[in-house]
């Protein structure tokens, strides 16, 4: 063999390893970390902020666990996922401000936060934590005009409400779908 046809046969050597390794990672990313289901693909980082990647079912499960585990009081706006299928964002309102949503969005958030305090669940009768949208009460982006009465929930119930939709929602969640933060704030849809 002349030297040429060894460097040939070198390169073809390395683009393969190099391929196989890019296959294994590809493989890897979509696994589900918790039960190992190949092209689980979706993306969710925990209270603590390390990042992993779940199959819907144990997405719903871990996303239950950390909305549960919160102290704070929320706003939930029933998902949208068939119109708007790439996250459910939660923002506090610090957050929202660097979002760039207008002041009076933010000042409506608080106060219909304000207004959770000393209400029962409507589904099970314990002190409520939630005040739960239904999706056509919200005009996305428009925060500022959520008018309706809400529906006063505890964190089980808002999250036995909301599991269904992530279960059917039309595609895996690349990015964007978040863990709540430990302050107040709002789970809504997000258009990119
Ligand atoms: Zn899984
Ligand atoms: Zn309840």
């Given at each position: 063999m002349d030297t040429e046809t060894i460097k040939i046969i070198i390169y073809v050597l390395i683009g393969g390893a190099v391929l196989f390794a890019l296959v294994k990672l590809a493989g890897r990313l979509g696994k589900c970390n918790v039960c190992g289901e190949e092209g689980a693909g979706n993306s969710y980082s925990d209270l603590s902020g390390k990042s992993m990647i779940l199959c819907k079912n144990h997405l719903v499960e871990k996303w239950k666990a950390d909305v549960k585990s919160t102290q704070n009081t929320m706003i939930v706006i029933e998902p949208d996922f068939n119109t708007y299928p790439n996250g459910y964002m939660y923002a506090n309102t610090k957050q929202l401000r660097a979002w760039e949503y207008p002041k009076s969005a933010e000042d409506n958030i608080n106060s219909i936060l304000d207004k959770i305090a000393g209400k029962n669940c409507a589904g099970c009768g314990k002190s409520a934590t939630v005040a739960f949208f239904k999706k056509?009460?919200?005009?996305?982006?428009?925060?500022?005009?959520?008018k309706a009465e809400p529906k006063y929930l505890c964190k089980s119930c808002v999250v036995d409400k909301v599991a269904p939709l992530i279960l059917s929602a039309?595609?895996?969640?690349?990015?964007?779908f978040m863990p709540p933060t430990p302050d107040r704030g709002v789970y809504h849809i997000q258009e990119f």
């Open positions: 056509e009460d919200y005009n996305f982006p428009n925060m500022e005009d959520i039309p595609k895996p969640f690349v990015e964007g």
